[in-house]
């Protein structure tokens, strides 16, 4: 049995050691990465507390609608428990300062054919020490809270209402303040 023996030059065998080096760099690099969906979220905190959300606005069921929609969005997306002790891990503030409607397209008779449902807010989560744990990715700023807007459109010609068109709002509105709780990159 003869065996054939093909001779590799230096640059090929100095590429192939390359190419074998860097994967080994790559992948040794990655062995602290945490898989799942707990590696998002601030490992030192286990526990949230949320109050009800204070409502600055004139439709005064806002406040307990969006904490419900906070609390359910903060225990199906995030490893944190939701607790009703003040002493928690953290504290999530929340103040719905405006709610409104505008108008976007008017029939000939002037009834508004579509509208826009809007909500703002204010939100602050705080640790039990103080300190501020919300980081704004857009623009950083220390020591405020982070001021939250969303819209729904409804068409009332189409059978929708603001309650529907307020109450999608709130959803998506306490989807983009559970957000914020993840870590930046």
């Known amino acids: 049995m003869n065996r054939i023996v093909i001779p590799i030059d ?11 080096l860097l994967s080994l760099s790559i992948a040794s690099g990655c062995s602290l990465y945490q898989y799942g969906p707990a590696s998002l979220y601030r490992s030192d905190i286990r526990t949230v507390h949320v109050p009800i959300v204070r409502n600055e606005t004139y439709r005064h069921d806002l406040g307990p609608r969006l904490s419900l929609a906070i609390v359910t969005e903060i225990e199906s997306r995030t490893p944190f428990k939701v607790v009703s002790d003040p002493g928690a891990d953290s504290t999530l503030l929340v103040v719905l300062t405006n709610e409104n409607k505008n108008v976007l397209t008017e029939t000939t008779s002037d009834d508004p054919r579509a509208l826009d449902a809007t909500l703002t807010a204010r939100a602050d989560w705080v640790s039990r020490r103080g300190e501020k744990l919300f980081q704004n990715t857009v623009a950083p700023q ?17 059978g929708q209402s603001i309650d529907t068109a307020l109450q999608a709002t709130i959803e998506k509105l306490a989807q983009r303040i559970v957000s914020q709780m993840e870590l930046r990159w």
């Open 10 to 20: 230096a640059t090929v065998r100095s590429i192939l050691l390359l190419v074998v």
């Open 142 to 158: 220390s020591g405020s809270a982070i001021s939250f807007s969303q819209d729904s459109r409804f068409v009332p010609e189409a």
